[in-house]
């Protein structure tokens, strides 16, 4: 009954900036925390980022800690990654889920069919 649809991605020059959007249907969007979670080519799927389900805590991988920020409007029903200082390494596909605010993908029992984020050198 939940659907989750991501927008935002595109192709951006390293150092640029990315906001991308995740839409959720439901009114018990907020009832969840949410997370974004990313997978590049010849790699497995990576945690990015994770949000309470108030948007009070956040969670952030090593690897984006300082660049990425995750938010979310519950009156929107729609999380957001805010992505700066964008690096090549940054280029995957980017997904967001619904989830119990963890770092493995299979806290999570929701998923968008992701954007793709490609960073030029």
Known sequence: QVQLVESGGGLVQAGGSLRLSCSASGRTFSNYAMGWF????GKEREFV?????????????DSVKGRFTISRDN???TVYLQMNSLKPE????????????GYISNQYDYWGQ????????
């Open 38 to 41: 990313r997978q590049a080519a």
């Open 49 to 61: 980022a994770a949000v309470s389900r108030s948007g009070v805590s956040t969670y952030y991988a």
């Open 90 to 101: 940054d280029t995957a596909v980017y997904y967001c889920a619904r989830g119990h605010m």
């Open 114 to 121: 992701g954007t793709q984020v490609t960073v030029s050198s």
């Open 75 to 77: 009156a929107k029903n």
